[in-house]
């Protein structure tokens, strides 16, 4: 096992290495026929991509409070997520939802190796169903490698064409999912039907059908291999007491064929009857018994397919098994050490930190705009008058009545029309304010001064200033 | 032998434009959504452009193209002045 920890230790000089194999790479690469396989790992894959595609698929159409649970409405900026709404002023929210997925995966890679890979990333999930229709529609992996050799005769065209075809639907249909993120999803598969698509949805659902279709029909391993930044980074945050997917070398060398029931301890042979099984399920076509190699997903195919081997033979299993390398060369495992305390130290109080600023956010907001077309007016009777455009958004869950209020200079009065602001849930509303002042009371030609829009309840309030402006040399 | 030769090319100058077009592609998906949250492409066009008639989704999509041109800039940049320090290193490598 020293051999993956030097693999990963030797940081530049193997980002060397890798470059120029890289370039080789590309045109060597041979397509990977994955051998199908069933056993416990692969059965947990199975509930991931059935929950994964499940929540992706569905999510779309579930309706809360007689709107669309999800809906990232970009050309009204509200963005709707079950009972709350969310506008681009509240990004802040947004980067903390980021950092704490971003920390949760760090976490995650620290403790159990790349789980993200091998059970949730979208590449890993749609593959894997696209691979199920692949051994659906021409078979297993011999027959897939015969196929693929053999002329282009009637059974090819139909294999090939009802794989193409599955693929294709299923690829549009997540496109279309895609969109309906975006834009209530009754509505656009109405549109879609009678063929009244706007330029951005076709645009967005082609473009998202399309990744799909390449990424999971065609790329597969590629897109880990040469595109994804996490594969590059994730083994930064290793240690010795991860959980990795690993062939045990003490046991199983030296590898060999060997009829069953012999002894191999009698044939001189470890547990490694080099069957290549685990070669030929591997997703990214690696042989997990070279060592810990970058390549892999930690998919655990090769620990199914392994495991069925040895219970064939009647070895006990887990000569290739999730471990860590401490086990390996026999010293303790600790899960609990600095770099996992840490994490969670910081995940747990960004997600309690997150939490209460949602919990306790004002859900109303005000923007103020100055008039552009004129700073100040005089008005009859000495006065002076600044008018304001000011945005109100409503992000509460029930409509409010809200009134303006001024403040900042002596006897300053605000007026709206009308008096009393209406303004539904999740809605906002452009409303001018006046202000109207004395011209004696202005030392200065502008004064801060405070706007306040308060719900008529009395539970909401927000109040933002701006400036008063007068004329230049009154006063002084 | 020429033919390939002329794959390998072909490929070297995918691999070249995916060096270049996918980092791109990404910095510019996480610029667009850092600036759009901040910005509305409205008042934008609104501040700047007054008599043109530039809806949001069409502001968002010019952002985003924009955005990737400049990274995509940077990224050709990148690779071309990481290639020849590259190329030497590796002729370095077949001499030892
Ligand atoms: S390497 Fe990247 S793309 Fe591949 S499964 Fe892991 S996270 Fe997904
Ligand atoms: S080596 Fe094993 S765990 Fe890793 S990608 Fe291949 S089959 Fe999956």
């Known amino acids: 096992m020293s051999e993956a920890r030097n693999r990963r230790g030797r940081g530049a000089k193997q980002e060397d290495a890798a470059a120029s194999e890289a370039v080789s790479m590309y045109q060597s690469r041979e397509k990977v026929y994955p051998r199908g396989i069933k056993g416990r790992f692969q059965s947990l894959r199975k509930f991931a991509v059935f929950a994964l595609l499940g929540l992706y698929y569905l999510l779309p159409w579930v309706t809360w409070n007689g709107r669309q649970a999800i809906l990232l409405d970009l050309p009204a900026r509200e963005f709707h997520i079950f009972g709350l709404t969310f506008w681009p002023q509240d990004f802040f929210f947004l980067a903390l939802l980021l950092i704490i997925c971003a920390l949760s995966l760090f976490f995650v890679t620290a403790l159990a190796g790349r789980v993200w890979c091998g059970y949730a990333c979208p590449q890993t999930v749609w593959t894997e169903v696209f691979l199920w229709i692949e051994h659906w529609t021409e078979g297993d992996r011999p027959r897939r490698m015969k196929l693929d050799r053999g002329p282009w005769n009637r059974e090819k065209i139909v294999r090939k064409f009802s794989k193409h075809g599955i693929w294709i639907l299923l690829a549009a249909w997540t496109g279309f999912t895609f969109v309906g993120f975006f834009t209530p999803i009754r509505e656009l598969g109405v549109r879609v039907f009678t063929l009244d698509l706007g330029p951005w949805e076709t645009f967005w659902l082609i473009f998202y059908g399309f990744a799909t279709w390449g990424n999971a029909g065609f790329m597969r391993e590629n897109v880990c291999l040469y595109m994804c930044p996490y594969a590059r980074f994730q083994s930064a945050m290793f240690d010795r007491d991860t959980l990795i997917i690993s062939y045990d070398e003490a046991r199983g060398e030296p590898r060999g064929p060997r009829k069953r029931g012999a002894d191999p301890a009698e044939l001189g042979l470890g547990d490694c009857i080099d069957c290549t099984m685990c070669v030929q399920v591997c997703p990214t076509g690696i042989d997990i018994r070279d060592g810990l190699q970058y390549e892999c997903i930690a998919c655990g195919a090769c620990i199914d397919a392994c495991d069925q081997v040895m219970d064939k033979m009647g070895y006990p299993r887990g000569l290739i098994r999730y471990t860590t390398e401490n086990t390996l060369e026999g010293k303790p495992t600790r899960i609990f050490r600095p770099r996992v305390i840490v994490y969670s130290v910081l995940l747990l109080a960004l997600i309690a930190g997150t939490l209460t600023a949602v919990a306790m956010r004002t859900p109303m907001r005000v923007d103020i705009l100055p008039d552009r077309n004129a700073l100040y007016r005089e008005l009859d009777g000495g006065r002076i008058e600044n008018v304001y455009d000011v945005k109100v958004l409503n992000m509460s869950q029930q409509a409010h009545t809200y009134t303006v209020s001024a403040s900042g200079l002596p006897g300053i009065t605000a007026d709206t029309d009308p008096d009393r602001i209406e303004i539904a849930a999740g809605e906002q509303r452009n409303v001018p304010v006046r202000l109207r002042v004395d011209a004696s009371v202005m030392s200065t030609p502008g004064t801060d001064v405070e706007l306040t829009v308060t719900s008529e309840d009395g539970t909401l309030s927000v109040t933002e200033t701006t400036r008063f402006h007068g004329p230049y040399n009154r006063g002084e | ?96």
């Open chain 2, 1 to 96: 032998m020429s033919d390939a030769s002329a794959t390998q090319a072909a490929s070297s100058r995918l691999r070249w434009l995916g060096a270049i077009l996918w980092p791109s592609f990404l910095t510019a998906g996480v610029a667009t959504m850092v600036f759009f949250a901040n910005v509305d492409p409205e008042t934008l066009r609104y501040e700047t452009l007054p008599d043109w008639e530039i809806g949001r989704k069409l502001g968002y999509t010019l952002g985003f193209f924009m955005f990737w041109a400049v990274c995509a800039a940077s990224s050709a940049l990148s690779v071309w002045l990481f290639s020849p320090a590259r190329r030497a290193a590796k002729a370095g490598r077949k001499e030892s």
